[in-house]
Nanobody, 127 residues
Framework: QVQLVESGGGLVQAGGSLRLSCAAS????????VGWFRQAPGKEREFVAH????????LYADSVKGRFTISRDNAKSTVYLQMNSLKSEDTAVYYC????????????????????WGQGTQVTVSS
């Protein structure tokens, strides 16, 4: 079992930055690929970013490419999401999730293939 806890959310003005953290306990995160997803009010949850478990391959949704950066520190069992140039449409609850590294990048955006989820952290961007 892997327990995931997100932190770092909050209220920020448009154009600002936030860094989200996803800390794991239980098993080490080093054997898992990790994704960030978000869910805005009235919308379905959507993929944001993914980092691979071995080579650290990074993949992003088009809507955040160039503004968000995902990274991982396996020694700390923590994955980060640095969010810059935030827009009002980035307002959502952000979730991190872990999937087996054996998938490679095949299911990086498929939330059904992530087996462990955090409770979410709210990000609100005011315009």
């Amino acid at each position: 079992q892997v327990q995931l806890v997100e932190s770092g959310g909050g209220l920020v003005q448009a154009g600002g930055s936030l860094r989200l953290s996803c800390a794991a306990s239980g098993r080490t995160l080093s054997n898992y690929a990790v994704g960030w997803f978000r869910q805005a009010p009235g919308k379905e949850r959507e993929f944001v970013a993914h980092v691979g478990w071995r080579d650290g391959t990074r993949l992003y949704a088009d809507s955040v490419k160039g503004r968000f950066t995902i990274s991982r520190d396996n020694a700390k069992s923590t994955v980060y999401l640095q969010m810059n140039s935030l827009k009002s449409e980035d307002t959502a609850v952000y979730y991190c999730a872990a999937q087996t590294g054996l998938y490679g990048t095949k299911y990086y955006a498929d939330e059904r293939k992530y087996m462990y989820w955090g409770q979410g952290t709210q990000v609100t961007v005011s315009s």
